[in-house]
């Protein structure tokens, strides 16, 4: 997999926000592709759960549709230069581990910089992966329509409904027991995360992504 790295996005700046989250007074240089992603000064210096829940569930999503998906973030990674962030898999894992519903929950918070770095790679797959986002983004709004028999596309309904099942299955297996989400409630789940990536798949995706998550963050 080849990633475009000659943008200057890729060019380390100084984050004025970067301070906040490594709890000194001096401002930290950061990759521009992550610190153009802005932290709100109201949040102050600890990634808010929510975040953490919701980038971890988009990483699940792009899981079910590319069974390599943890390798491309690592390589999508290394050729943003990334890798102060995500140097390797163990690294990625523990970082998801910060999201709170986690069976293997670590209580150390997830900093802003790498927070926004997962958000950077998200989009970044998401945009590689935007065919098959699209497709199984209509075939879900065909069956709500009901129009999947009509047009003959039985095919691209047992491709979403693989989707939806491998959804499930991923997500129950990484999440703490009792889950309190019922197989329809994890269905809305799933279909939510499909487009939020479908989303973040498009031009300035990982901006758009950043800025509809801290919108609904707590």
């Known amino acids: 997999m080849q990633v475009q790295t000659s943008d200057p996005t890729s060019e380390p700046m100084t984050d004025p926000g970067a301070h906040r989250a490594n709890g000194t007074s001096n401002p930290v240089a950061v990759p521009a ?20 829940l919701d980038v971890d569930t988009l990483l699940i999503g792009l899981e079910c549709i590319d069974l390599t998906a943890i390798e491309a973030i690592v390589m999508m990674a290394a ?14 894992w523990r970082m998801r581990n910060a999201n709170a519903l986690r069976r293997h929950y670590q209580r150390a918070a997830l900093d802003w ?14 945009r590689l992966l ?8 209509a ?5 709500r329509a009901d129009k999947i028999e009509a047009l003959g596309l039985q095919q691209n309904q047992r491709f979403l ?3 939806l ?21 994890l269905r809305e789940l799933a279909v939510s995360t499909l487009t939020q990536l479908l989303f973040a798949s ?15 963050a707590v």
Not at 118 to 126: D, E, I, N
Not at 168 to 184: A, F, I, T, V
Not at 202 to 214: K, T
Request: overall charge positive.
């Open 33 to 52: 592709i992550v610190a153009t992603l802005a932290v709100p000064s109201h949040f102050g210096g600890e990634c808010p759960r929510s975040l953490c």
């Open 79 to 92: 050729e943003l230069k990334l890798t102060d962030y995500v140097p390797h898999r163990v690294q990625l």
């Open 113 to 126: 910089e790498r927070l926004r770095a997962l958000v950077v790679l998200v989009a970044g797959l998401s």
């Open 130 to 137: 935007a065919v098959h986002l699209r497709l199984l983004a």
């Open 139 to 143: 075939t879900e709004i065909q069956i």
């Open 161 to 163: 409904e693989g989707f």
């Open 165 to 185: 099942e491998r959804f499930r299955q991923l997500y129950r297996s990484r999440m703490q027991k009792p889950l309190p989400l019922n197989d329809d409630e």
């Open 202 to 216: 498009g031009e300035s995706g990982a901006l758009r992504l950043w800025n509809a998550l801290l919108a609904k």
